[in-house]
C-alpha cells in the first residue's frame, strides 16, 4: 500500500477534478464512486441534466488542463429571457461587455470528461459501484456496501455531495455538527425536444425564466437542440407538488401559468409524473475537516440552493483552494485541510446566503420595474467606476473575487443605489459614495 495514496469518496463533478490536481502533484489517488462507470452505462446522471458554467469553474476546469475538451460543449448563454405574465418577453443582459456570459453545460459530458481526464494520468483509479457505507474505526477501513473494504492510510476526501457519509463521519467527532436546512420548495425537470427541423424551440443565446412570484419556470439550452426546463414550486400549500397531483391539475397550472411554454413540453403531463420530484436545501457545515485527514470539497461541505448556479462552480473553485493551500505549504500536507477549511467556510457561507436571495429575484423581482430600474443604476455606475463598483450577479460569475468579499460590496452597493433617485440618479452623489465606501478592486 502507497502511504502517500489520497482516498476520494464521490465521483461526481468535484472528486474528479481533485483527483486530475492530486495526480498533477505526484499523488496515487483511489476514487470510489457509488454508481456504475457513466461512460459504459446510460444511468440518469443525478441531480441536473444541464448546469450554468461560469468563470470560477472555467478557472478550474483551465487548471486542471482539460478545458479544451469541454469548451465546445457550452452554449453561451448572454443574458436572462424574462418571459412575463402578460405574455411579454424581455431579454436583460447579464453584462455590459458582451464577453461576459455563463455557459449550459451537460452535467454527464462534463462528469464523464473529468473522469478520463483524471485516468488518463495513469495516477487515479475509479472504482465504481463503491457506495461508501461507513468508515470502521477500529479497523481503520472504508467499508462499502458490495462488502468490500479499503484501508485508509492517508487523506480521505469527501466528494460525496449533499449526503456526504465522510461529513457524517466528522459530525461524530466534532462538537459543531452539520445541519441541513429544506428550502421547502422542490424541483421538477421538463422537456423541450429541438423543432421538426431540428432547429430550437427557443432563443438558446438566454437562460429562460418564466418568474411568477412564489414559483419560476426556468429553461437553460443543450447541445442537441433541446431545453431542459425546472419548474420550483413549494412543496406543500396552495400552488404546490402536493396540491398538483393529477393530469388535469397540472396541465390547467400551465395553462394558467405557462401558456407559451405548455404546447412545446414533450409528452406533457405524462412526464410530470414520470420524472423524479427533487428536493432542494443548503447544508451548513462548520468543520470541514477532522485531523488533517478526513476533509470535505464541493457540495458535501456546502450544498447550496441552485439559483446563483453556483454549487458547480464553488465547488470546483473548492478544489483549487485546496490546492493553493497545499502548494503554500510546498507539499507539506500538516495543516493544509485546515488552512483550507478555514478559508473557504467564510465565502460559501456567503454563497449559501446569495443562492438563497437569489430566488426572490429570479421567481419575482426581474419581472418588476423597479428592478429592472436598480440594474440599469448598477451598469451606469459599473461602466463609470469599473475599478470599484461591480453588480453583485456579475462578481459572482464573471470574477473570482472571494464570495464573502463580494457579499459584503454588494451590500454596500445596494445601499448606495438606495440613496439615489431611479429615474435621475445624481451620479456626483453616488461618485462620493462609492469613493468613499468601495476600496478599488485590484
Ligand atoms: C436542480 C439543480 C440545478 C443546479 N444547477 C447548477 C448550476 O447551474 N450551476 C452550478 O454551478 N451548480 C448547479 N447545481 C449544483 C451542483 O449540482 C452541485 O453543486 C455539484 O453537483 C456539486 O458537485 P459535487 O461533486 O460536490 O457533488 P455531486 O455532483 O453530487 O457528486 C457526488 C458524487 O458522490 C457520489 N456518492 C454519493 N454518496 C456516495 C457514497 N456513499 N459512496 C460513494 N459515492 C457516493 C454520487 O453518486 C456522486 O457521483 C445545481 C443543483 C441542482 C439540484
Redesign the pocket.
Known sequence: MDHDMKII???????PLLAIYLSQRGYPVQL????PDLRVENIPV???I?????HR?IKAIKSADVFDKIDPLLIPMKGRMVHLSSGDIEFQPYSIHPYEHINSVS?GELNKILMTKAEASGKVQIYFD????EIDGDTNELV?ENGNRAPVTDHVFG???????IRNYIDEKVLSPSCVDPLGHD?K?LHIAPGKNGEFQLDSSALHIWPRGEFMLIA?PNTDKSFTC?LFLPAEGKRSFESLGTPELITEFFHTYFEDVQPLLENFPNTFFDNPT?K?ATVYTDEWQYNNQYCL????AH??V?FF???????FEDCEVLMQCLDEAQGNWEGVCKKYSSVRKSDCDAIAKMAIENYVEMRDLVSRKEFKQQKEIANILMERFPDRFIPRYNMVSFTSIPYSEVYRRGAIQKEIISKLDLKKPDLTAAESMIKEKLSPLV
Open positions: 469518496i464521490g465521483s461526481g463533478l468535484a472528486g470510489y464512486e457509488k454508481r443525478g441531480r441536473s444541464n448546469l450554468a458554467l461560469s469553474g452535467r463503491h457506495s461508501l457505507l462499502f466528494a460525496d455531495g449533499a449526503g456526504s457519509v424541483y425537470e437553460l425546472t427533487g432542494l470539497i464541493g457540495d458535501a450544498a447550496v441552485p448556479g453556483q454549487g458547480m462552480n464553488a465547488s
